[in-house]
């Protein structure tokens, strides 16, 4: 009950502060476009990119850390973390995703399987499925504290 109570009360004060969950990675809403695009379409044909999650010599790294894709192109990313700690990828742009890391110190448990960004263990896989409707550069990051200041971010490039 208690941790309950701590969830209600960390979101009214997090909707209070004006936090847009929309634009952080919180929208359960499956046909909602944002500034990076849209949930994909499973139904509709998607290229594979292969990203992995790793720690090594003290940094924490996505490979690859740079993708290009063409707007309006419908991307299948297949995730996987090899490495041994948890780790996340949230998909946004720049400015969401830092005004998220910086929810996140103060809330490090909170947790993130949305359209835009998944959550994983050691050794395990997941994958997201997204449309990128609008040219620009955008943000993927794991948000975890201080996985992003070891490195662990990516740039989205879409012509």
Request: proline letters at 5%; a neutral charge; one cysteine or more.
């Amino acid at each position: 009950m208690r941790s309950a109570i701590v969830v209600v009360s960390v979101l009214a004060a997090l909707t209070a502060s004006g936090i847009a969950f929309a634009d952080a990675g919180h929208s359960h809403s499956h046909a909602t476009e944002v500034a990076y695009g849209m949930p994909g379409d499973p139904k509709k044909p998607a290229r594979i990119v292969q990203i992995v999650m790793r720690e090594s010599d003290g940094k924490m790294l996505f490979q690859p850390d740079r993708i290009e894709v063409k707007k309006g192109e419908q991307i299948r990313f297949m995730l996987r973390n090899n490495g041994e700690l948890d780790h996340e990828i949230v998909l946004a742009t720049l400015e969401d995703n830092l005004k998220h890391a910086e929810e996140m110190r103060k809330n490090p448990d909170m947790e993130h399987d949305d359209p835009n960004a998944k959550r994983l263990g050691p050794k395990k896989t997941g994958e997201i499925l997204w449309r990128f409707t609008k040219a620009g550069e955008f943000d993927f990051s794991c948000l975890i504290p201080g996985h992003r200041e070891s490195g662990m971010f990516g740039t989205v490039v879409v012509k």
